[in-house]
């Protein structure tokens, strides 16, 4: 059901991404370990939590321009963080607590 929920609030929000400015969607469960159904249309969110949401990859997160806030804790991230900085290059805050990451190195690019 949390990942049906998923879907259909990235859908209503559909209608209108340029309007969002923060999104929460902790414990909403994804598919395939990668965040779904964001798009570059969402272009004035400052805020994205995705908490518990099993995520293993940010690597298709779309380009946020405004996004100072990320909440990636308590998902399933080991590494591929280096596209924080190209895809959000106004990110002061990004929390990864409770993922897999076991060597400083894998942040070092942010």
Known sequence: ILANF???????????PFQVKELVLDN????????EGL???FEELEFLSTINVGLTSVAN???????KKLELSD???????EVLAEKCPNLTHLNLSGNKIKD???IEPL
């Open 6 to 16: 998923w879907e259909i609030l990235l859908f209503f929000l559909d209608f209108f």
């Open 28 to 35: 909403c469960r994804s598919f395939e370990g990668k965040i």
């Open 39 to 41: 798009t570059d249309e």
């Open 61 to 67: 997160l779309p380009k946020l321009n405004k996004l």
């Open 75 to 81: 998902n399933r991230i080991s590494g591929g963080l």
């Open 104 to 106: 400083l190195g894998t």
